[in-house]
């Protein structure tokens, strides 16, 4: 299983990449194996501004559908369109071409609260 080192992660399976104050942020490899086939990404909070936690959108996969939550408070300023079209990438690219939105992190403080790759693993019983 992909976990890579350089991500923060949190208890409710998405990956965090932090660059300055923008966050760009997906589901990790574990989430997108335990939902199967991935047949759409739904985001309807761009341009909004949103607390942690909260749903920012939702994934639908052959089995079920899955809420989304944000990780971090900030505005959602952009969508990975390609899941338009291809929402298998998260299934087969998740820390990649995968990706969902970007994030202009309000808080930067909030990082502290996300799993290291060590304590993700942990958490998964990787």
Do not use: C
Not at 84 to 113: C, F, H, Q, R
């Amino acid at each position: 299983m992909n976990i890579p080192a350089n991500l923060k992660y949190t208890k409710d399976h998405e990956w965090v990449a932090i660059e300055g104050d923008v966050a760009t942020i997906g589901i990790t490899d574990f989430a997108q194996r335990e939902l199967g086939d991935i047949v759409y990404v739904e985001v309807e909070t761009l341009d909004q501004t949103l607390d942690r936690d909260e749903v920012f959108g939702t994934v639908e996969a052959v089995k079920t559908v899955s809420d989304l939550f944000l990780p971090l408070s900030g505005e959602v300023i952009e969508f990975n369109e390609g899941l338009d079209t291809e929402p298998e990438l998260v299934n087969t690219d998740p820390y990649g071409a995968g990706w969902m939105i970007k994030v202009k992190v309000s808080n930067m403080d909030e990082v502290s609260s996300l799993l290291s790759d060590a304590q993700y693993k942990e958490l998964i019983g990787a």
